[in-house]
């Protein structure tokens, strides 16, 4: 079942922030957030592993609420380069031996000057 | 050097007919995935492939067949094509089965018409 994610579009100004939320009606063992740009390949951004996690990479964090089975990415001062479409990827604990990730519809992010 | 490549970008073929997309990762990784992305961006795991020995198969109709001739290539072949299957369709790989990590490819545009 995929997890859903809102919103499913946000526009910014340079230097706005920006939540990203995403939850899942099952258990979950982890949540991975990636990146898209028109017309190309999805780019890993970070994983959550543990309740309450939170992860930083340059202005862009994440937590992992495992209670509430959701996390959140958070966008700090937007750059232009942010623009692109935000999935996340969740791992159930039901999971077998082999990672298997389920992906979100994905948000996408559109950052004006 | 692009580390995962899928060939070819685009395909439009017509109903009925039967196509191969290829991947080829340079990363010497041992796990290789082919993903879909729907028109609702949602992107759904097929199969996932580590030392060439199938791991994951979801449920995919039986039209669809991966081809792992070795651990650096994972090829799509799709018999008797129908509407449905137009999608994006994209390969991965992680360095092994527990990998946090994907490598996606920048994708293959399939059209049935």
């Known amino acids: 079942q995929q997890p859903v994610q809102s919103p499913q579009a946000v526009i910014l100004r340079e230097g706005e922030d920006a939540v990203i939320n995403c939850s899942s009606s099952k258990a979950l063992y982890s949540v991975h957030w990636y990146r898209q740009k028109h017309g190309e390949a999805p780019v890993f951004l970070m994983i959550?592993?543990?309740?309450?996690e939170q992860k930083g990479h340059d202005k862009i964090s994440a937590s992992f609420n495992e209670k509430k089975q959701q996390s959140s990415l958070y966008l700090t001062a937007s750059q232009l380069s942010y623009s692109g479409t935000y999935f996340c990827g969740t791992e159930r604990r039901d999971s077998g031996s082999a990672r298997q990730l389920t992906f979100g519809s994905g948000t996408q992010l559109t950052v004006l000057p | 050097d692009t580390a995962v490549s899928q060939t070819p970008k685009y395909l439009v073929t017509q109903m009925g007919n039967d196509k191969s997309i290829k991947c080829e990762q340079n990363?010497?990784?041992?796990?290789m995935y082919w993903y879909k992305q729907d028109s609702k961006k949602f992107l759904k795991i097929m199969f996932s492939?580590?030392?060439?020995?199938?791991?994951i198969n979801e449920t995919v109709p039986n039209r669809f067949s991966p081809k792992s001739p070795d651990k650096a290539h994972l090829n799509l072949h799709i018999n008797s094509l129908e509407l449905g299957d137009s999608a994006v369709y994209f390969c991965?790989?992680?360095?092994?089965?527990?990998?946090?990590?994907?490598?996606f490819g920048s994708g293959t545009q399939l059209s049935v018409l």
């Open positions: 959550l592993l543990k309740g309450g």
């Open positions: 991965a790989s992680s360095q092994n089965r527990a990998s946090e990590k994907l490598f």
């Open positions: 990363l010497g990784h041992d796990t």
């Open positions: 492939y580590n030392n060439k020995e199938l791991i």
